[in-house]
């Protein structure tokens, strides 16, 4: 569908600046590097987006999330998740965005990570909907880690 008049698709009312998803995905990012809760949780679109982490025991919605992470954004940081300049990748049609990214942390090296953001218009601003974070794995230790998993899988 083209979103190039609301004449054509009216579900297309408005063009959003790519840099307005980057600013709301930055401020995230910030949010829990400062265990700042309120912005952090604010950013997701409802109590029923979607947040996976890393573990494949990690998908949970919002409200979930807040719960587990708690004890984490008690702390001067819950946890620091610092985007790789020109690394991001945002696709805008209409009042959806999607997008991919790289990030560095001190705790887990280097991460991806992969958002689907819709705009609302009640707040006039983009919210997560959906977000994964996962390891970045260099091919060329593939199947050393997948021996560990394994071997971890095994013992369990």
């Not at 009042?95 to 280097?110: F, N, T």
């Amino acid at each position: 569908a083209s979103c190039s008049s609301q004449a054509e698709n009216p579900a297309c009312s408005v063009e959003h600046p790519v840099d307005e998803v980057h600013r709301v995905m930055d401020a995230w990012h910030h949010a829990a590097s400062v265990a700042d809760s309120t912005t952090y949780f604010g950013a997701m679109a409802s109590d029923k987006s979607i947040f996976i982490g890393t573990d494949e025991t990690e998908r949970w919605t919002t409200s979930e999330f807040k719960t587990w992470s708690r004890r984490y954004f008690q702390r001067a940081s819950a946890w620091t998740f610092v985007p790789v300049e020109g690394e991001r990748h945002v696709t805008v049609q209409g009042d959806v965005a999607w997008l991919d990214e790289k990030l560095d942390s001190e705790h887990m090296g280097r991460c991806r990570g992969t958002g689907i953001l819709t705009f609302d218009h009640t707040s006039g601003t983009w919210k997560i909907e959906h977000y994964t974070l996962s390891y970045a794995v260099p091919n060329e230790v593939a199947d050393s880690v997948m021996q560990v998993i394994q071997g971890w899988n095994a013992s369990k």
